[in-house]
């Protein structure tokens, strides 16, 4: 069956990181996205391993050649999206103002990707997702007690508060373009979204229940029961054991139910003495011998698998949270639809561009026009 999104169409503006990892999304659930790309722009990579360009067509066009901006426009014209990445203004200049694309397609919904967003002082300033989670507070969480903050690679602002909340705040505003016929300029920036992903913990700090002292708190490596432990192969597994009841099963397990240091599970001064002495407990078995212990139990415990070992995991093959494309091991689409299942993941498409141009309305002539002269 199709995906939830087909039947709708989205031109994507090809970049990097998080609006082109928005626009996989759509496609993995159904909808028609076409990458415009600079000629040239191809750096080599196997389609397969592209895996954020996955299910999806590209159109190379030479915009600053005499025809290219037109005919961009004569597609967003008869599209329902249009996602892209660029600094403020740059779509602008390139002839492509947002406001003027909707005054000719009233029910365009533009998402706009952006770090420090369209306005403020730091607009127009570069940046990285690890300066967007610094002034958002977020990178600050990020850390143990007396070191420094340790970025999450670019998983947080680039693809948590960057792409998947672009890719939300598309659908967010097609359903209400098909509701209104009115579509919006959508302005999506990762410094916004790496704040509202810490939503939780600013209500914690509001309760007076958060520290800003890194590494000290119940979920940032402070706790015993909610920490990374080493084995004695020198493998990691986790522990998240917070409530009372996995708490209990997780004393009972390890050997601890006659500690009597253990009974108070939130003496916060005793946090440290604690998890020194589950880090010597956990060090003493190998990460196979604690899954064996552990895994089955509602002790809130999994091992720490390294990245290639997630996709052998039997609860990862059961469900089929990652999937092999030519090769390439890669995340399956998710969410998971029960009427309206995700598409299995292609790699880059290989299309006909006069076919792709077509199914935009575009005419013969104007096609072959466009690719005598080397528009597209």
Known sequence: MAGALAGLKIVEMAGIGPAPFAAMMLADHGAE?????????????????????????????????KGGVDMVMDLLATTDGLIEGFRPGV??????????LLERNPRLVCGRMTGWGQEGPYALRAGHDINYIALAGAL?????????????????????????????GMVAGLLRAQISGVGQVIDCAMIDGSALLAS????????????????TNALDTGAPFYEVYETADGGFVSVGAIEPQFYATLRRK???????SFDEQWDREAWPALKAKLAHLFKAKTRSEWSGLLENEDACYAPVLTLSEVPEHPHVAARGTMVKVDGVDQPAPAPR????PALHPDPRRVGNVADTLRSFGLNQNRIDALLATGVV
């Open 91 to 100: 779509m602008e200049r390139l002839g492509l103002d947002p406001q003027m």
């Open 140 to 168: 600050h969480i990020c850390g143990r007690a007396g070191d420094k903050p340790t970025p999450p690679a670019n998983m947080l602002g680039d693809f948590g508060g960057g792409g998947m909340l672009l890719a939300f």
């Open 33 to 65: 996205v076409v990458r415009i790309a600079r000629p040239g722009s191809d750096d080599g990579t196997p389609a397969a391993a592209d895996i954020l360009s996955r299910s999806r067509t590209t159109l190379y066009v030479d915009i600053k050649r």
């Open 337 to 340: 639809f029960g009427h309206t």
């Open 200 to 215: 939780m913990i600013w209500g914690l700090r509001g309760a007076g229940v958060w520290n800003d002292e890194r590494g």
């Open 254 to 260: 390890c050997g601890l139910d006659a500690d009597p």
